[in-house]
């Protein structure tokens, strides 16, 4: 199982980036999948995430990201993405790809794709 992010990369704040991340070893649409963030010296959080294909792909965001950031999935690429528009200082982290199957909890994660927001 393989999860790849790309994407990341230094903004401007009020900029925008899209980060993506492409899955292989799954069956994707069977999957849920989230994207969490990390910044240096705090915990990991969990930032947007979709549920499954076959789920309805519903979404959910925390407070902190609602209105800038979008989350969505292409089943027939195996891709996920996050369009983060709007970008503050905050958001500076390394953002990592995850997958989790809703039944058996088998769960997998990338290696992160780093976001630095400054001026």
């Known amino acids: 199982v393989q999860l790849v992010e790309s994407g990341g990369g230094l903004v401007q704040p009020g900029g925008s980036l899209r980060l993506s991340c492409a899955a292989s070893g799954i069956t994707f649409s069977d999957y849920a999948m989230r994207w969490y963030r990390q910044a240096p010296g705090k915990q990991r959080e969990l930032v947007a995430g979709?549920?499954?294909?076959?789920?309805?792909?519903?979404?959910n965001y925390v407070d902190s990201v609602k209105g800038r950031f979008t989350i969505s999935r292409d089943n027939a690429k195996n891709s996920v993405y996050l369009q983060m528009n709007s970008l503050k200082p905050d958001d500076t982290a390394r953002y990592y790809c995850?997958?989790?199957?809703?039944?058996?909890?088998?769960?997998?994660w990338g290696q992160g794709t780093q976001v630095a927001v400054s001026s």
């Open positions: 979709i549920s499954s294909g076959s789920s309805g792909g519903i979404t």
């Open positions: 995850n997958s989790r199957h809703p039944r058996e909890g088998w769960e997998y």
